[in-house]
């Protein structure tokens, strides 16, 4: 009987692993609160480094930097809720947060700017997923950038390809 439980037990550890192994391999459509954080930490060490607005929101934008990730993308804005940048499309800056259909656009703006004066945090929202062409919850990280706010977001629900 014991060696049965043993027996059982090795199967059990080995089936484990293959589930492991097998989910490892999963890649999600959409980014992770944990990605849309590093990404922001990445776009602070870039502000650090260059301390240049203009290259900063310049290279934030730039294709070629790699500020965005599937869905995510790194986002400047100022007080007015102006896109200075937005992480690999150009075509997006100089645009209105307010303009968002859907949207209480200046009411999101207030509670970002109001996160962000407080405490590096979370901003909550529902918006229209172009992609999905449905309204969903999502939810941005940002963090204040002198008088700036830089920001990334991800949808609340996640799906596996």
């Known amino acids: ?19 492991v192994e097998g ?10 609160p944990d990605e849309a954080m590093a ?9 650090q480094r260059t301390r240049s607005r203009e290259s900063f929101v310049r290279d934030i934008t730039d294709p ?3 500020f965005f990730d599937r869905d995510m993308y790194v986002f400047v804005l100022d007080r007015r809720g ?9 075509a997006k800056v100089g ?19 109001g996160q962000a004066a407080r405490e590096p945090g979370w901003v909550e929202y529902d918006i ?11 939810m941005s990280f940002v963090q ?8 990334c977001g991800v949808y609340k629900n996640l799906a596996l390809t």
Not at 23 to 32: C, D, E, I
Not at 39 to 47: D, F, I, K, N, S
Not at 82 to 90: A, D, K, V
Request: zero cysteines; charged letters at 20%.
């Open 39 to 47: 990404l922001v930490e990445r776009a602070m060490q870039h502000w």
């Open 82 to 90: 102006t896109y200075l940048s937005f992480g690999g499309n150009p």
């Open 144 to 151: 204040a950038a002198d008088d700036l706010v830089v920001g």
């Open 95 to 113: 645009t209105l947060v307010q303009d968002i259909p859907g949207i209480d656009g200046q009411g999101l703006v207030d509670d970002i700017f």
């Open 1 to 19: 009987m014991v060696e049965q439980a043993v027996t059982q037990a090795a199967n059990l550890k080995r089936r484990a692993a293959t589930l």
């Open 23 to 32: 989910f490892s391999q999963f890649k999600l459509q959409q980014g992770t």
């Open 128 to 138: 229209n997923n172009p992609t999905t062409g449905r309204v969903q919850s999502k």
């Open 64 to 66: 070629g930097k790699g």
